[in-house]
């Protein structure tokens, strides 16, 4: 109370309800707006983190599946080898080139898949900090209209 006591004495003594009314609308308001641009950078936060892991889970898929391709051909060859065929046949090479076909459109699919969403956590997270910034000025100038308004 003693913090307030300027304030209550310039309102003299019938305006002391009203004067610290005003105080604390303006301490609410601006608290309230702190706490909404807290939780908005935390969320923005969250989605940057996410893109981050989107990317690396992207390169991970990618990897992975160049890893699958080469295992599978690896195979094709050695049960080819292992059965007297020759892997250099038209029939052998068209086989594989199917193979590295199927595997790179699913590749590149799952791949893009994680990047686009990776790129929406990125946007989600500028729109997030943008956001708290307007609700931090909102709640400021509704504290403020608060206090001068009464």
């Given at each position: 109370?003693?913090?307030?006591?300027?304030?209550?004495?310039?309102?003299?003594?019938?305006?002391?309800?009203?004067?610290?009314?005003?105080?604390?609308?303006?301490?609410?308001?601006?608290?309230?707006?702190?706490?909404?641009?807290?939780?908005?950078?935390?969320?923005?936060?969250?989605s940057k983190r996410a893109a981050e892991i989107g990317r690396?889970?992207?390169?991970?898929?990618?990897?992975?599946?160049?890893?699958?391709?080469?295992?599978?051909?690896?195979?094709?060859?050695?049960?080819?080898?292992?059965?007297?065929?020759?892997?250099?046949?038209?029939?052998?090479?068209?086989?594989?080139?199917?193979?590295?076909?199927?595997?790179?459109?699913?590749?590149?699919?799952?791949?893009?898949?994680?990047?686009?969403?990776?790129?929406?956590?990125?946007?989600?997270?500028?729109?997030?900090?943008?956001?708290?910034?307007?609700?931090?000025?909102?709640?400021?100038?509704?504290g403020l209209s608060k206090f001068y308004g009464a």
């Amino acid at each position: 109370m003693a913090a307030l006591a300027p304030l209550v004495g310039l309102a003299g003594a019938g305006g002391a309800a009203s004067s610290l009314g005003a105080v604390l609308g303006l301490a609410g308001s601006v608290v309230g707006a702190v706490g909404e641009y807290q939780a908005g950078q935390y969320a923005a936060d969250q989605s940057k983190r996410a893109a981050e892991i989107g990317r690396v889970q992207a390169d991970q898929i990618d990897a992975n599946y160049r890893d699958e391709l080469n295992s599978t051909i690896s195979n094709i060859r050695s049960i080819r080898a292992a059965a007297g065929v020759a892997g250099n046949t038209p029939t052998a090479m068209a086989f594989e080139d199917k193979q590295r076909q199927v595997s790179d459109r699913e590749r590149q699919i799952d791949v893009g898949s994680r990047r686009m969403q990776a790129n929406q956590d990125d946007a989600d997270a500028r729109f997030r900090r943008s956001a708290s910034k307007f609700a931090l000025f909102g709640g400021v100038a509704s504290g403020l209209s608060k206090f001068y308004g009464a």
